[in-house]
């Protein structure tokens, strides 16, 4: 269910599984940045960035409201500045997106000042997620990749693509309540 304190795409949960959702995800308008990582580096690289952005530097000096979720996924050499690929090894950096509020769309989107960071809208989806607490960290992120990819393969439900690390929650929130996700793309809709 999303957050009622800080905006979130809408979704409908269509199928559980143990510890997993499969959610399916409207259209939804981000601001996005590929930085150069490490993946623990990755989001503190591109907040600045894209918090301007969404505090007003952009043409008409229009402010944003933050919402949920920031994701990061790393991105391959071929298709750096395109699409989001692996968490682990990231020859093409690490692509950061902000979420825009709901009424925001591709259209009425303030135009950047920063060419770094491009606005684009995500297509619906299905994503299969896991959700755990915890500050970044290489094993935290791959015991519950692990945990999600099994629980798809005991489903026999394919993914494409690769994993999207999801975070929610300011950085001043105390480890135990933060709010983490994986989200894998479901193969033909899952």
């Known amino acids: 269910m999303p957050s009622h304190a800080t905006e979130e795409p809408a979704f409908k949960v269509v199928r559980t599984l143990p510890g997993v959702e499969v959610r399916e995800y409207g259209a939804y308008t981000v601001a996005e940045i590929v930085v150069p990582g490490p993946a623990g580096d990755a989001g503190g690289q591109a907040f600045p960035i894209l918090a301007g952005y969404i505090f007003g530097k952009n043409k008409g000096e229009r402010k944003l409201a ?5 994701t990061q996924a790393a991105v391959p050499v071929k298709l750096a500045m395109t699409a989001p690929v692996t968490q682990a090894a990231a020859p093409g950096g690490f692509l950061v997106q902000f979420v825009l509020p709901k009424d925001v769309t591709l259209a009425s989107a303030p ?3 920063d060419p770094r ?9 299905r994503v299969a997620v896991i959700r755990f607490s915890g500050f ?4 935290n992120y791959n015991e519950h990749l692990a945990k999600l990819q ?4 005991a489903a026999d439900l394919a993914w494409s693509g690769e994993p999207v690390y999801s975070r929610y929650n300011p950085p ?4 135990f309540l933060r709010r983490n996700e994986i989200w894998l793309h479901l193969a ?3």
Not at 150 to 153: G, I, P, Q, S
Not at 172 to 175: I, Q
Request: hydrophobic content about 45%.
């Open 117 to 125: 960071v491009k606005l684009r809208e995500v297509p619906p989806s």
């Open 150 to 153: 099994a629980a798809l393969r």
């Open 136 to 139: 970044w960290s290489e094993s």
């Open 172 to 175: 001043f929130m105390p480890w």
């Open 111 to 113: 135009e950047p000042l």
């Open 66 to 70: 933050m919402t949920a979720p920031v």
């Open 188 to 190: 033909d809709g899952g």
